[in-house]
């Protein structure tokens, strides 16, 4: 009987044979007898023209803002794109193309603290991210406690106006039709109205304190979101700026 798993990572296997310079019928035999999978060279034909278009989109997602991603967000990425495949064949796959890339992402995992919400929308955090303000691009943002949806995500010329904060709170509130139990922020100032907001819409309440101020590092949940799209999507572009002001190419 073939073994289970080898049989889920059938197209890890025909990728790893293919490479190894072997012909049609080699592979399907070498399937057969060392893995006990029976497949005709027709079909290991289908499955290899598949995966070449699942190795030439990967290797052109790596070449950008991809080379950040892990294997899990590459799986998505592929299914979005229409490419039928196995994560595991994702996983190996950009471990044959970037060992490098799969290596320095392993090295940088971070222990998490624990973190408790009672449900949704029962605290809302919100923060600023200036990595990009350099260039002229403020983002502000907000995140569930619990669920870890985004509530906003967007750029602007500026990030420091209470009003436009203000602003993003509102828009928010008006398409859920309720304002959160407890917002967390920090101390700045462009969090003025979102406080005087909140305060306002929990005025007959006796929730207790029902915005939440401190340092942005003690913000949890959005500053794990910030560190996640940094390395999925920004420090790309945070080094394509500065490479291109190096060079003369960006002012």
């Known amino acids: 009987m073939a073994d289970q798993r080898n049989i889920k990572n059938i197209d890890s296997l025909i990728y790893l044979y293919f490479n190894f310079g072997l012909i049609y019928d080699d ?11 029976e497949i005709s060279t027709r079909h290991l034909k289908r499955r290899l023209s598949h995966l070449e278009d699942v190795v030439d989109f990967i290797k052109e997602e790596v070449k950008g803002p991809g080379l950040l991603h892990g294997y899990r967000i590459m799986f998505e990425k592929c299914r979005d794109r ?6 595991e064949t994702v996983r190996f796959i950009m471990k044959e193309i970037d060992p490098e890339g799969v290596e320095i992402r392993a090295s940088k995992r971070l222990v998490r603290r624990a973190y408790f919400a009672k449900g ?10 200036d990595k990009l303000k350099p260039f002229g691009l403020c983002i502000s943002g907000s995140i569930d406690g619990f669920s870890r949806s985004i509530i906003w995500l967007n750029v602007y010329n500026t990030n420091n106006n209470p009003r ?15 304002s959160p139990c407890i917002v967390r922020g920090d101390c700045g100032t462009e969090n003025g109205h979102v406080r005087d907001f909140q305060t306002f819409f929990h005025r007959n309440s006796s929730f207790g304190n029902v915005y939440m101020s401190g340092a942005s590092t003690c913000n949890q949940r959005i500053e794990s979101w910030w560190g996640f799209l940094s390395r999925e999507c920004t420090q790309f572009w945070i080094e394509l700026f ?10």
Not at 27 to 37: D, Q, R, W
């Open 120 to 129: 949704p929308n029962y605290i809302w955090h919100i923060d600023g991210y």
């Open 27 to 37: 592979i399907a035999f070498v399937l057969a007898e060392n893995h006990g999978i």
């Open 164 to 178: 436009i904060i203000g602003g993003y709170f509102l828009e928010s509130v008006k398409q859920i039709r309720g």
């Open 242 to 251: 500065c490479s291109m002001e190096e060079e003369g190419l960006y002012n």
């Open 82 to 87: 229409g490419l039928q495949v196995k994560k």
